[in-house]
Every structure is written in C-alpha cells, then in structure tokens.
C-alpha cells in the first residue's frame, strides 16, 4: 500500500502561486509514476501533471503548460506542483496519485491506483 498526503493548498488572488507538496509513506515511492488531478464543483476530475518515477519524463495539460512545474524528490518520498500565474479557473481540489507498478505516468486517471485525500485551492478574481 501506499499512502498520499497532499498539502499546501490555500486561497490565493489571480497571478499569484502557490506549491502543493504530496507525502508519500510505505512501498517504494521511486518506483511509481505520480500525478497531480483536480476536480471542481460539479466536474469530472481532471488531468493536471504526471511525471516519471525518474524525473526525466513529464506531461501537462494544455491548460495549465508554462503555468506550473510537477516535480519529485524521491529521497524524500514527496512531489511537488508549483503553480504560477494562477487563474479563478484553476479553483478545484487537487489530488496526487500514484500508479502502482509502473514507471510511466499517464493522463488518465483509471490508470492510477493510489490517491490522497485532497488539498483545495481558491483563487480570488
């Protein structure tokens, strides 16, 4: 089993950041492919980010690409989200994922099997 923590979530007005952290305890975290989602009121959660378990492949949605930077530091068990330029539309609870026994991050999340308990994050207009 593997056990997500996400935190670092807040209110924020529009062109400011924020830096979600996702803590991750028991099996290998190294191993596993990881990814940010959201989901706002009344949506489907969505794809934000994924990232290998070696940090050298990386994918985002176009709406959030040149915005915010997934990264991992897998001595310490945690991934990170940087977010910049926030807009009122990036307003939802994020959740990090991780897929179980595999390396390679994916933009569907039926693909993951592991998932925290979610963090939100409101941006003022």
């Known amino acids: 089993q593997v056990q997500l923590v996400e935190s670092g979530g807040g209110l924020v007005q529009a062109g400011g950041s924020l830096r979600l952290s996702c803590a991750a305890s028991g099996r290998t975290f190294s191993s596993r492919a990881m990814g940010w989602f959201r989901q706002a009121p009344g949506k489907e959660r969505e794809f934000v980010a994924t990232?290998?378990?070696?940090?050298?492949?990386?994918n985002y949605a176009d709406s959030v690409k040149g915005r915010f930077t997934i990264s991992r530091d897998n001595a310490r068990n945690t991934m990170y989200l940087q977010m910049n330029s926030l807009k009122p539309e990036d307003t939802a609870v994020y959740y990090c994922a991780a897929r179980a026994g595999s390396p390679v991050g994916s933009s569907s999340r039926h693909d993951y099997d592991y998932w925290g308990q979610g963090t939100q994050v409101t941006v003022s207009s």
């Open positions: 990232i290998s378990w070696s940090n050298s492949i990386t």
